[in-house]
């Protein structure tokens, strides 16, 4: 004979009682969460919103306070556990087709080498002002090659790709309330004026020196029109006017992994530059010389006749090209004249040369600035804000002999 055992009211296993949801907070599991309705800015509706992994009762509380009040302002925003890095990569993904390819690739190298690396894991609504200014002092001591001090212009970009970044999470992606970047202290920066690194004796010095060189015109060019080394390696001959004289920017060369790619001007404008005498005779005698290397190669000249500076056999000249020989046609200035020695300069330094020869000769800002390209002469002023200084002071001179004879 069998007995069936039966479990008294006592002995029966207890179900577990459902969380209590109490004032908007509960306890799920080990954590603690809030809801709270918010209204769905397209349709009106009021909908419940889930917000878990709070550690304590207070934590949530906290929270659901301050989402609340966020709510009544139309200022709340969904939790998201996107991270900074992720979020950086749609972003520049997003912008591709916007920005120019040689600023593209800026941003791309400044968010791998600078950001990613340091705040990249940090959950993006979790990011905060004090971190980013952790970032930059960071890289400012030890961001550079070797955990060297980064340049404080490179800091300088970093802030304002991550700047850019955040604002569109503010205002398109609405997935941050505010920009922390926004009050992030960026280091001060010294300003660094560009001065005139040779006389116009030491121009002309270091012009005899390249003379002889194949690419002489286009280091000529560059001292007396001011253009960047992009907007000069872009020049067609459909550009150059020698009967005005003048020739007309429209875009400009840069290298992007290695590869010559062309866009537009720095601001996106084309712009005319006129030349003086001296240059219309240099151009001349460099187109000629050109004609006379297409005659010799023959079916072999691979450039048509379209690009002012091209190499021996017609390609488009390689941006990185002058930039490597200036040092070099220095270095032998400087062997050929052991008493005339010429400082280093860069390739760009020309173009600083002829804005403060220009400006120290009393010619208009905002002329100077149509030459440079500048989009507003309120940037040559910022730039070349010593020479503007160095002309205020002998103003009163000027004024003097102007009016007593």
Excluded: C
């Amino acid at each position: 004979m069998t007995r069936t055992l039966v479990a008294t009211p006592d002995e029966r296993p207890r179900k577990k009682k459902p969380p209590k949801l109490r004032d908007g907070v509960m306890k799920r599991g080990t954590t603690w969460s809030y809801v709270i309705r918010v209204k769905d800015p397209e349709t009106g509706e009021s909908r419940p919103r889930w917000v878990s992994g709070f550690a304590t009762e207070d934590d949530a509380k906290a929270a659901r306070d301050e989402a609340r009040v966020k709510a009544r302002r139309g200022e709340y925003i969904d939790r998201n556990t996107i991270t900074v890095a992720d979020y950086l990569a749609e972003w520049i993904e997003g912008h591709a087709v916007e920005i120019k390819p040689h600023t593209l690739k800026g941003y791309r190298d400044m968010i791998r080498l600078y950001i990613n690396p340091r705040i990249g894991t940090v959950r993006l609504q979790a990011l905060r002002a004090s971190a980013i200014t952790k970032l930059y002092r960071e890289l400012l001591t030890s961001g550079g090659r070797k955990s060297g001090p980064l340049a404080p212009n490179t800091v300088k970009h970093v802030h304002i790709v991550l700047r850019k970044a955040l604002t569109d999470a503010v205002l398109v992606d609405e997935l941050l309330p505010h920009n922390p970047a926004e009050r992030a202290k960026l280091p001060r920066v010294q300003a660094t004026e560009p001065g005139m690194v040779w006389t116009p004796v030491q121009l002309r010095a270091f012009l005899d020196t390249a003379r002889d060189h194949r690419l002489f015109a286009f280091f000529h060019l560059a001292a007396y029109t001011g253009a960047r080394r992009g907007e000069l390696l872009n020049l067609r001959w459909t550009d150059v006017d020698l009967d005005k004289p003048q020739i007309h920017i429209t875009g400009s060369a840069a290298v992007i992994d290695r590869q010559r790619v062309e866009g537009t001007t720095k601001s996106g404008r084309s712009r005319v530059v006129s030349l003086d005498a001296g240059t219309v005779k240099i151009l001349k005698a460099h187109r000629a010389r050109q004609d006379e290397d297409r005659l010799k190669l023959g079916e072999s000249w691979k450039g048509g006749n379209a690009y002012v500076f091209t190499t021996g056999w017609g390609d488009p000249i390689f941006p990185d090209t002058p930039s490597s020989l200036m040092p070099k046609l220095v270095e032998a200035h400087n062997q050929q004249n052991p008493r005339g020695q010429l400082p280093h300069a860069r390739l760009h330094d020309l173009r600083h040369i002829h804005a403060t020869t220009l400006l120290l000769a009393g010619v208009p800002v905002h002329v100077v600035a149509a030459r440079l390209g500048h989009a507003d002469p309120a940037i040559t002023l910022r730039v070349y804000a010593h020479v503007i200084h160095e002309q205020a002071a002998t103003a009163a001179d000027v004024f003097a002999k102007a009016v007593n004879g």
